[in-house]
């Protein structure tokens, strides 16, 4: 069974770049027809693609955030990673890691939240 | 960009059957995916596609669609089904994926 795992600073300065790493365990990141993607969900709100990435290394992100985020993979580590730029108080929420398929989302992480504040 | 609409809170008699529809254009394209979040925890996959329901979630949860509609459907709703529940599609303009708002199940 696949695992998903979120890992980061849980603070970050506002105007500076929040950092995220999801590392997958039980099989290879690599391997399957798999989108390897973020998403968000702000206290007490619904969730927000942020974007995606196949192991080719393309990428796609949600249009109200593409122009300060970068998605990343390392098949070596078995990782993906999320750097979102100039961040504010309205970034501040839980970030979830997930396996996604053609049709939706099978595997999540458990979450990790992350608060903007100086 | 494509948008999906739920009902913000629904509620059920225990035991009983209720529906939690989403709405969008895309779902005359792509049939959508539903998940369960209940506080303090990530959300799990309920049922996706036209008839498929993940292993080991009860039978008392299916999916069905039609037009612009899709709908989850709770046949003899359990207290352990009160959640936040959230519908999934894709963008039919550019195949980014799309939640709804979701719907806080209330099972009284």
């Known amino acids: 069974q696949v695992q998903l795992q979120e890992s980061g600073p849980g603070l970050v300065i506002p105007s500076q770049t929040l950092s995220l790493t999801c590392t997958v365990s039980?099989?290879?990141?690599?391997?399957?027809?798999?989108?390897w993607s973020w998403i968000r969900q702000p206290a007490g709100k619904g969730l927000e693609w942020i974007g995606r990435?196949?192991?080719?290394?393309?990428?796609n992100y949600n249009p109200s955030l593409k122009r300060r985020v970068t998605i990343s993979v390392d098949t070596s580590k078995n990782q993906f990673s999320l750097k979102l730029r100039s961040v504010t108080a309205a970034d501040t929420a839980v970030y979830y890691c997930?396996?996604?398929?053609?049709?939706?989302?099978?595997?999540w992480g458990q979450g990790t939240l992350v608060t903007v504040s100086s | 960009s494509s948008e999906l609409t739920q009902d913000p809170a629904v509620s059920v008699a225990l035991g009983q059957t209720v529906r939690i529809t989403c709405q969008g254009d895309s779902l005359r394209s792509y049939y959508a995916s539903w998940y369960q979040q209940k506080p303090g925890q990530a959300p799990v996959l309920v049922f996706y596609g036209k008839n498929n329901r993940p292993s080991g979630i009860p039978d008392r949860f299916s999916g069905s669609s039609s037009g612009n509609t899709a709908s989850l459907t709770i046949t003899g709703a359990q207290a352990e089904d009160e959640a936040d529940y959230y519908c999934n599609s894709r963008d039919s303009s550019n195949n980014h994926l799309v939640f709804g708002g979701g719907t806080k199940l209330t099972v009284l």
């Open positions: 990435i196949y192991t080719s290394g393309s990428t």
């Open positions: 997930a396996r996604e398929r053609n049709w939706g989302v099978d595997f």
């Open positions: 039980g099989g290879s990141i690599s391997s399957g027809s798999y989108y």
